[in-house]
């Protein structure tokens, strides 16, 4: 058994000193393991805006895992597994899936096998991206090579045969590998039953309507991954279908379907998408629409959660694109751009770019701008980050913000040894207007038994002096 101890103070100008504790009671042994956890927090002197003193449970469970089956089982509080076009939420009661990470050893996704034939005894060197994967002799007749390294994206690989002569043949393939694909026969699956949590956080024992959530995912082929997902609760229902498929070696497309009956009315909702990326380039899309009717559990859970003078709705359509260029010594460029229609008919469209480039040494420049285009208002950022040694760096950044302020950053910092020791960080920001100049610093201190740290932060008008100590009992 054990328990995790997280013990913080605050204390500000204007509300007083506050104290809090974290902490986790875990049993454990081949029968699985139990853990609670939660926070006490209490107002020692001054204003309590907070109005929650006492204390508050987060999650209670007992799971176990099945290394030979790679299957784990849970009761109690858990977040239901989502697929990229579904969403979690948090019930009370039991989950069981499959979970890769009790076996690290597996790789989930396709990777490239290359094959030929040799008619002499010959050497066969594979070479990805231009270093040599691995070597192997070969006799007469077919050979296949099949310890390729975990790489994703595009690549190239080229495949060296040599006879006893000399004589060489040299071949020429690309290949794209993608995590989101499973190899195929693999299949993924989660599926979760119990009652919807409300007001996390917050109440202790609020559980709300029954609810079950499952998602299903099978590699059809080393191309094609097909998914599936359903969920439901009191007045709602949804299922959907959809698929990653792998277009050669130029990227994965994504598409999927979802149906509703939510509170008596149908809804839909298509996602698409495309990802592409190699040593040099990534391009990535991602598209959601949403008819106003279109419900799930996320959308069940949250008007749960809020007033009755509060309404809680999902986007209607959602827009993603990012790509990213390197030009070697020339650094790396970026850009991003976010369009969001929300239910209550607003909209949220941002641009974003970026450069960065690494100098002398290890120090690095990063360079960023945003525009809000429903605002018409742009802000940026410039910070050079120098490193001294081992641990120690400092960074200097001005930005400035759509109202037209500029500010200024300095920061100092030396980073934890990994065998424990000291650690510290300061900095000081001019904040512009009439915000006055912002102060922060800390120290930080940790052995094999605590881990201890300190610090203050604010500006002229209200400082916060802070004090940490976590560790455990076992």
Known sequence: ??????????????????????????????????????????????????????????????????????????????????????????????QIGRDFSVRPDLITYPLPAFSGQAAVPSTVDLFVNGSRSSQANVQPGPWSLTNVPFVNGAGDAVITTTDAVGRQVITTLPFYVSSNLLKSGLSDYSFSAGAVRENYGISNFDYGA?????????????????????????????????????????????????????????????????????????????????????????????QSNTSNQISYSLARRTSQYNASLSLNRYGSLGAAYID???????????????????????????????????????????????????????????????????????????????????????????????SGDYRQGSLRYRNNKIDTSAGFYGDDDNTTQWADLSGSLV
Request: glycine share 12%; aromatic share 12%.
């Open 1 to 94: 058994a054990l328990l995790n101890y997280d013990l913080y103070a605050t204390r500000t100008d204007t509300t007083g000193t506050r104290l809090s504790a974290w902490n986790e009671l875990r049993f454990f042994g081949s029968a699985g393991q139990f853990s609670s956890n939660g926070v006490w927090q209490q107002q020692i002197e001054g204003s309590n805006s907070y109005q929650d003193d006492g204390y508050i449970r987060y999650d209670t469970w007992w799971s176990n895992e099945n290394e030979n089956a790679i299957v784990s089982w849970r009761a109690g509080d858990l977040v239901t597994d989502a697929l990229a076009w579904s969403s979690s939420v948090r019930l009370g009661g039991v």
């Open 210 to 302: 029954a609810a079950a959530s499952g998602s299903y995912r099978y590699g059809l082929t080393d191309w094609l991954t097909l998914e599936s997902h359903a969920e439901g609760s009191d007045n709602l229902a949804m299922g959907g279908a959809g698929a990653q498929f792998k277009v050669r070696s130029w990227g994965v497309v994504n598409g999927a379907v979802a149906q509703s009956q939510f509170q008596g009315k149908p809804g839909t909702q298509y996602s698409w998408g495309y990802q592409y990326n190699n040593s040099w380039f990534s391009l990535g899309t991602q598209h959601t629409i949403r008819n106003a009717d279109f419900g799930n559990l996320a959308l069940l859970s949250n």
């Open 340 to 434: 969001i229609a929300s239910g209550d008919n607003e909209r949220t469209r941002l641009w974003n770019l970026s450069w960065s480039k690494t100098l002398w040494g290890n120090s690095s420049l990063y360079v960023s701008a945003s525009r809000d285009q429903e605002q018409g208002e742009w802000s940026g950022a410039v910070s050079l980050i120098i490193p001294f040694g081992e641990h120690g760096s400092a960074s200097v950044s001005m930005e400035r913000d759509q109202q037209g302020q500029n500010n200024q950053r300095v920061y100092l910092s030396r980073a934890m040894p990994s065998d424990g020791g000291m650690s510290w960080d300061a900095s000081w920001a001019n904040q512009g207007g009439n």
